[in-house]
């Protein structure tokens, strides 16, 4: 429209000139507007996740042959995009969240969506899941072929996650099908390739991220590192990655749900119990609401706290209730988080206590 009125005074000043028999014609140059900046990448995290600053990626990598790399966008570390023939694209994404970020199941599911496919249970998962190395470290790899519901396109989504100092990583490449099969053994190299940067700080990541520089210290997931403890009824053992020393599942009336965690974190409480309620769409606490809101809680051998919190969990959108405690010995700090359907927690809040009391650690 500015082009248009520019143009038009520029006619009329030239018929008033000649209607006066001026010889002088002004000449007016019309700027050429500037092309709009090109899209953002959609977020792929729930509403209400803090925004990555763009800044340079913690990680390193060596990029494939063929691969683009492109401005990340919103809420990823970094972006790749491949060009096939016909116009076929891939596209390739680096987004870390906070804490275990709904867990494998509940993103899988997300992402089978994405390509018109059924949910799956936690056992079905772990039968697809496939190992594979990020980073020098285990990772696994889930692959979902399908179609684009909106245009019936045949699909296949690539997602890779590893759970590294209470921040999981997604590494997903997703596009046609074909294109993705034939760039997969890439996707798998250029994750063997990934490396953490010199300086190993959080460059590019929110305030509110844990490090994310290194594993955490104390045992993995192996039958060496667990504490002895007695385990509930109705509670069940299930693989909890490669930075839990012990994930149970809980299930409970009209399909309800709950899953305690136990881990050795890095960080320190605030930051931990900050990044819990981050899973629950809350804002973080200051030192002094935290400790307004802790909780003594009396152990055989141990000094423990005790807090509950309750939101909305950001995968889901469900309402959800955490319960966490935190056992403080002299060389490492527990962390036993019960998280799931608000009355679920509530049922199984005695059953968590007596869990953490009865553990005797090696």
Known sequence: MQQMILVWISFLLLALSTG????????????????????????????????????????????????????????????FRVNGSDGKQVDVSIVPLPGMAGGNLANVNRWRKQVGLAD??????????????????????YEQAGKISASGAPARILGAIQNRAGTAWFFKMTGDDELVTQQKPLFIEFLKSLSWSDSQ?????????????????????????????????????????????????ISGPDDSHAAVNVSITGGGLAANVNRWRGQLGLPSF????????LQPLELPSAKAMLIDMAGTEATT????????????????????????????????????????KSATYK
């Open 120 to 141: 799956l249970t936690e056992e079905e998962l772990s039968r697809i899941a496939q190992p594979v190395e990020i980073a020098g470290l285990p990772g696994q790899l």
């Open 20 to 79: 006066c028999g001026q010889s002088d014609i002004s000449v007016y140059r019309v700027a050429k507007a500037e092309p709009s900046a090109a899209p953002q990448t959609a977020k792929t995290v729930p509403a209400g996740h803090p925004d990555i600053p763009q800044a340079p990626s913690p990680l390193k990598w060596t990029l494939p042959a063929g691969w683009e790399e492109v401005s990340p966008g919103e809420m990823r570390v970094a972006s």
């Open 317 to 356: 959108k469900q309402n959800a209730r955490l319960i966490g405690i935190v056992v403080s010995q002299a060389d490492r700090t527990w962390y036993y988080k019960l998280m799931g359907h608000p009355q679920l927690v509530e049922r199984e809040k005695d059953a968590l206590i007596n869990f953490v």
């Open 201 to 249: 700080s959080t460059a590019g990541l929110p305030p509110s991220h844990p490090s994310v520089d290194s594993a955490p210290a104390g045992p993995s997931n192996s039958e060496g590192g667990k504490p002895q403890w007695q385990v509930p009824p109705g509670w069940h053992e299930t693989s909890g990655g490669q930075f839990l020393v012990a994930k149970f599942l």
């Open 286 to 293: 200051t030192d002094a609401d935290l400790q307004k809101q």
